[in-house]
């Protein structure tokens, strides 16, 4: 059937069979063109669609709505199967995702699909989420599963965002839960005494660099089994991890016993790019030697009624048992305890959190000091049992600290420091502090003599000079008024006159020193 022609701004209607539908075919405001079928046989419901398309033509070319908006419209009503599935592929091509990372994100978006009835990408909002989130923690997982959950759903919206299928990410509205709240395994630091037990059996089965090199330099498993020997360098005693968690390469520094352990572990020819430990050591052998050392136990395996599940038959008829690497406090022992432990010694060394930051490779000092250092009451104990005893007597505390009994004053090692510490601030600790163990010898030596007599001070405070030998006071005065107004004097002059003040005056020929010091009288007192 020949089509009805008309302008090219209205579009057309046609045809295909006789019997069929009237399809529309118009131009859109890019300049390409449309064909859709009306679903109508009635030639004036197709014509009054047509128009409704042409409008909407006219106005994204006119820019009264936003046509980039309609790519968000089309891919909202895609299968949102279809949308995991691109995603996931994506996870696939990109590095450093692991195998079961990606299994893990595929197992919870079939959850989500199953149980959520959701079918297009527009049912994906915050409430179908928090809907999906709450049913997980309703199936019993911990906190920190229903996060990784989350993340999951989350990141996948982040992608849809750069890949223009929705405009926003609106799922990042959706809280986490408190992953402290609900911790299922907590690790705690082993002793010095275990881990001599686990050395003595890992040495008789070979496996002890292994777990020295976890203890020591805080490897990861997967730090270990990258590990190569052209990462080790013995003459700078460091050791090089690529490729590890953070996707970085770190140095850390390489412990002389640990060093000495891997010589003896490497071969007589090794390749540089020679795997460290060819073998990897599994959790189930791992447990086993935790066993043999004493880190871990055995128990029988109950059904739901509590009775023990039996294994075998006829008299290989036992009850199957597993190995427990948790404590009677439920802390967990495994290969990330070993990292734990090395947060933990460095803490107890002393250490700054920075450094051992450093050593344990962390983004942040926050997460080693919260999630590998585990300090107990025998570290608290020792730190109170360091504090100084308070004294039982307050008349002496106080006349020691007003330094009320003459030379004790003097003399008080936590006095005369406070005394001297305006003074070499303000003008130099350096020339000071070397010219302060003479100054006080000489007051004491002097303070002993007969021949200092009021005259005496007085003659020093009518014309009293300081002498060029203390620099750290000569450029504070050279003329002392017999009376000191303290109030309208500098600030330095106050907080030299309230100190010790060293006078040197001409008598006799000789040279000889007067200990001065400021009183609430206004006055110096000469001793």
Same mark, same amino acid.
């Given at each position: 059937?020949?089509?009805?022609?008309?302008?090219?701004?209205?579009?057309?209607?046609?045809?295909?069979?006789?019997?069929?539908?009237?399809?529309?075919?118009?131009?859109?405001?890019?300049?390409?063109?449309?064909?859709?079928?009306?679903?109508?046989?009635?030639?004036?419901?197709?014509?009054?669609?047509?128009?409704?398309?042409?409008?909407?033509?006219?106005?994204? =070319?006119?820019?009264?709505?936003?046509?980039?908006?309609?790519?968000?419209?089309?891919?909202? /009503?895609?299968?949102?199967?279809?949308?995991?599935?691109?995603?996931?592929?994506?996870?696939?091509? @990109?590095?450093?995702?692991?195998?079961?990372?990606?299994?893990?994100?595929?197992?919870?978006?079939?959850?989500?699909?199953?149980?959520?009835?959701?079918? @297009?990408?527009?049912?994906?909002?915050?409430?179908?989420?928090?809907?999906?989130?709450?049913? *997980?923690?309703?199936?019993?997982?911990?906190? /920190?599963?229903?996060?990784?959950?989350?993340?999951?759903?989350?990141?996948?919206?982040?992608?849809?965002?750069?890949?223009?299928?929705?405009?926003?990410?609106?799922?990042?509205?959706?809280?986490?839960?408190?992953?402290?709240?609900?911790?299922? @395994?907590?690790?705690?630091?082993?002793?010095?005494?275990?881990?001599?037990?686990?050395?003595?059996?890992?040495?008789?089965?070979?496996?002890?660099?292994?777990?020295?090199?976890?203890?020591?330099?805080?490897?990861?498993?997967?730090?270990?089994?990258?590990?190569?020997?052209?990462?080790?360098?013995?003459?700078?005693?460091?050791?090089?991890?690529?490729?590890?968690?953070?996707?970085?390469?770190?140095?850390?520094?390489?412990?002389?016993?640990?060093?000495?352990?891997?010589?003896?572990? /490497?071969?007589?020819?090794?390749?540089?790019?020679?795997?460290?430990?060819?073998?990897?050591?599994?959790? *189930?052998?791992?447990?086993?030697?935790?066993?043999?050392?004493?880190?871990?136990?055995?128990?029988?395996?109950?059904?739901?009624?509590?009775?023990?599940?039996?294994?075998?038959?006829? /008299?290989?008829?036992?009850?199957?048992? @597993?190995?427990?690497?948790?404590?009677?406090?439920?802390?967990?022992?495994?290969?990330?305890?070993?990292?734990?432990?090395?947060?933990?010694?460095?803490?107890?060394?002393?250490?700054?959190?920075?450094?051992?930051?450093?050593?344990?490779?962390?983004?942040?000092?926050?997460?080693?000091?919260?999630?590998?250092?585990?300090?107990?009451?025998?570290?608290?104990?020792?730190?109170?049992?360091? *504090?100084?005893?308070?004294?039982?007597?307050?008349?002496?505390?106080?006349?020691?600290?007003?330094?009320?009994?003459?030379? &004790?004053?003097?003399?008080?090692?936590?006095?005369?420091?406070?005394?001297?510490?305006?003074?070499?601030?303000?003008?130099?600790?350096?020339?000071?502090?070397?010219?302060?163990?003479?100054?006080?010898?000489?007051?004491?030596?002097?303070?002993?003599? &007969?021949?200092?007599?009021?005259?005496?001070?007085?003659?020093?405070?009518?014309?009293?000079?300081?002498?060029?030998?203390?620099?750290?006071?000569?450029? *504070?005065?050279?003329?002392?008024?017999?009376?000191?107004?303290?109030?309208?004097?500098?600030?330095?002059?106050?907080?030299?006159?309230?100190?010790?003040?060293?006078?040197?005056?001409?008598?006799?020929?000789?040279?000889?020193?007067?200990?001065?010091?400021?009183?609430?009288?206004? =006055?110096?007192?000469?001793?």
């Amino acid at each position: 059937m020949a089509r009805k022609q008309r302008a090219r701004g209205l579009g057309t209607l046609f045809k295909r069979s006789p019997q069929g539908p009237w399809i529309a075919s118009w131009f859109t405001h890019a300049g390409k063109r449309r064909e859709a079928s009306t679903h109508t046989t009635d030639k004036q419901a197709a014509e009054r669609i047509l128009a409704k398309h042409v409008a909407d033509v006219a106005l994204r =070319r006119d820019g009264v709505i936003d046509a980039s908006k309609d790519q968000y419209q089309t891919e909202g /009503r895609k299968p949102l199967a279809d949308h995991f599935a691109d995603y996931l592929a994506y996870c696939e091509r @990109r590095a450093g995702l692991s195998k079961a990372h990606i299994a893990e994100k595929r197992r919870y978006f079939d959850r989500l699909l199953n149980r959520c009835q959701l079918s @297009r990408l527009v049912d994906l909002t915050p409430d179908a989420l928090n809907r999906f989130l709450l049913l *997980l923690q309703q199936d019993g997982l911990s906190a /920190r599963t229903v996060n990784f959950a989350r993340q999951s759903v989350v990141a996948f919206a982040s992608w849809c965002v750069k890949n223009g299928r929705v405009e926003t990410n609106l799922l990042k509205v959706v809280p986490k839960l408190d992953e402290s709240a609900d911790r299922r @395994r907590i690790r705690r630091a082993l002793s010095d005494e275990e881990l001599s037990r686990l050395l003595a059996v890992a040495e008789s089965t070979g496996r002890k660099a292994w777990y020295m090199a976890a203890v020591l330099a805080g490897l990861r498993k997967g730090d270990l089994l990258r590990l190569s020997w052209e990462d080790i360098d013995f003459e700078n005693s460091c050791i090089t991890v690529r490729g590890g968690k953070s996707k970085r390469v770190d140095q850390i520094p390489m412990h002389p016993q640990l060093a000495n352990e891997l010589l003896r572990h /490497r071969p007589i020819i090794a390749l540089s790019k020679a795997r460290l430990f060819p073998h990897e050591v599994t959790n *189930l052998t791992r447990q086993k030697d935790f066993l043999r050392a004493g880190l871990a136990r055995k128990e029988v395996v109950t059904d739901v009624d509590g009775q023990p599940v039996m294994i075998g038959s006829g /008299r290989w008829k036992r009850p199957k048992t @597993r190995i427990v690497t948790t404590d009677h406090n439920g802390h967990e022992i495994d290969l990330h305890a070993l990292r734990t432990t090395l947060g933990t010694k460095l803490a107890r060394q002393g250490i700054a959190p920075q450094i051992a930051q450093r050593i344990m490779r962390h983004s942040d000092y926050r997460t080693t000091l919260k999630h590998y250092t585990v300090l107990g009451l025998t570290d608290t104990s020792k730190a109170i049992r360091q *504090l100084d005893a308070i004294s039982d007597k307050p008349d002496q505390q106080h006349q020691r600290a007003t330094g009320t009994d003459d030379v &004790s004053a003097i003399n008080d090692h936590q006095q005369y420091p406070q005394q001297l510490e305006c003074i070499s601030q303000v003008y130099g600790a350096k020339e000071y502090e070397s010219t302060s163990l003479v100054i006080k010898n000489q007051i004491v030596a002097h303070c002993s003599r &007969s021949d200092v007599n009021s005259s005496g001070c007085e003659s020093v405070r009518s014309d009293a000079k300081i002498s060029r030998t203390y620099a750290g006071v000569a450029q *504070l005065v050279e003329h002392q008024p017999s009376k000191l107004n303290v109030a309208s004097s500098s600030l330095v002059a106050r907080c030299v006159c309230t100190r010790l003040i060293v006078f040197r005056k001409m008598n006799r020929g000789r040279n000889s020193v007067v200990e001065c010091q400021y009183t609430h009288t206004d =006055r110096f007192s000469c001793q």
